[in-house]
């Protein structure tokens, strides 16, 4: 019998890229079980079987419950990065940077278990008092900035009114992007589709220069 090539026989996973699948399986099992059940559900056990793993793996990973919440916002943040790249909106022109983030953001809610998850975990740490603190914090400051370099580099392209203040801009399309996801949350039947075409059209408007 002949040996294969080294060119065709399998390649076996080195030690780090099996752990990277691991920790992406139970974050992305983590997400799933806050989506559905909230954050009581997420327990070690109920994590590691929704990722086909054991409860000593997702113990062993993140230590508690409460490192497990952080490894999963971070992961989280950086799914949302992602997607945003693929959906090339950092390369669209100031205005339609602005109305394309919006847009896709809304369009992926009521289907993202992700975004569903991230918004129970924020929930939860309004609740806590704890949301000025950490990765949130510092995820809602990074989704400003970005949306005020739109903003801006709308303004310099004359397509974005001259008279708004970039930050304030981000604040208030952050902070009505959050509503929207709040109010998702206590009612999951509200239909999103007619609140979408009423914010695009509205934001339009609202940002256009004359």
């Known amino acids: 019998m002949s040996m294969p090539s080294p060119d065709t026989a399998p390649r076996r996973r080195t030690q780090a890229a099996r752990s990277a699948e691991s920790e992406q399986r139970l974050l992305q099992a983590a997400a799933e079980v806050i989506a559905e059940g909230g954050v009581g559900a997420a327990t070690f056990e109920a994590v590691g079987a929704r990722a086909g793993y054991s409860r000593g793996l997702a113990t062993q990973k993140f230590g508690s419950k409460q490192g497990m919440i952080e490894a999963l916002v971070a992961w989280l943040k950086q799914r949302s990065d992602e997607m945003m790249l693929e959906s090339g909106i950092d390369t669209l022109p100031g205005f339609d940077a602005v109305i394309g983030y919006v847009d896709a953001y809304l369009a992926s809610l009521a289907d993202n278990v992700e975004l569903r998850a991230y918004?129970?975990?924020?929930?939860?740490?309004?609740?806590?008092?704890?949301?000025?603190?950490?990765?949130?914090?510092?995820?809602?400051?990074?989704?400003?900035?970005?949306?005020?370099?739109?903003?801006?580099?709308?303004?310099?392209?004359?397509?974005?009114?001259?008279?708004?203040?970039?930050?304030?801009?981000?604040?208030?399309?952050?902070?009505?992007?959050?509503?929207?996801?709040?109010?998702?949350?206590?009612?999951?039947?509200?239909?999103?589709?007619?609140?979408?075409?009423?914010?695009?059209?509205?934001?339009?408007?609202?940002?256009?220069?004359?």
């Open 119 to 210: 918004f129970i975990l924020l929930s939860g740490a309004v609740a806590d008092r704890n949301a000025a603190d950490g990765v949130f914090s510092e995820t809602h400051h990074w989704v400003e900035r970005r949306i005020a370099a739109f903003v801006a580099r709308g303004q310099a392209q004359g397509t974005i009114r001259r008279d708004l203040d970039p930050v304030a801009v981000a604040l208030m399309v952050g902070s009505l992007l959050l509503g929207v996801s709040t109010q998702l949350h206590i009612d999951p039947k509200m239909e999103i589709a007619p609140i979408r075409a009423v914010i695009i059209k509205t934001l339009k408007a609202a940002f256009a220069s004359a």
